[in-house]
């Protein structure tokens, strides 16, 4: 997974410490992408980075927050 895209969701779960369920993370990530709260990256910068809002494919977007959450513990 690429290191911007894993340092954004642990951005948003220390940013977002109620929301538990992958609904909830998705909406705190995809605010946080409109408003550019993460170093000003946008739904475009963050695509380059590999992070996909499409809910074709949410399977990726639940491993890395799955990643991310599994980081975040450890500390």
Not at 1 to 11: D, G, L, S, T, Y
Not at 27 to 38: G, L, Q
Request: hydrophobic residues 50%; aromatic residues 10%.
């Amino acid at each position: 997974m690429n290191k911007i895209a894993v340092e954004f969701v642990r951005f948003v779960l220390e940013q977002n410490p109620n929301a538990a369920d992958f609904v909830a993370i998705y909406d705190a990530m995809s605010w946080a992408a409109c408003a550019r709260s993460f170093h000003n990256l946008g739904h475009e910068e963050l695509a380059m980075a590999g992070i996909s809002f499409s809910l074709l494919d949410t399977s990726k977007l639940e491993d890395l927050i799955a990643q991310a959450q599994k980081i975040r513990m450890a500390e």
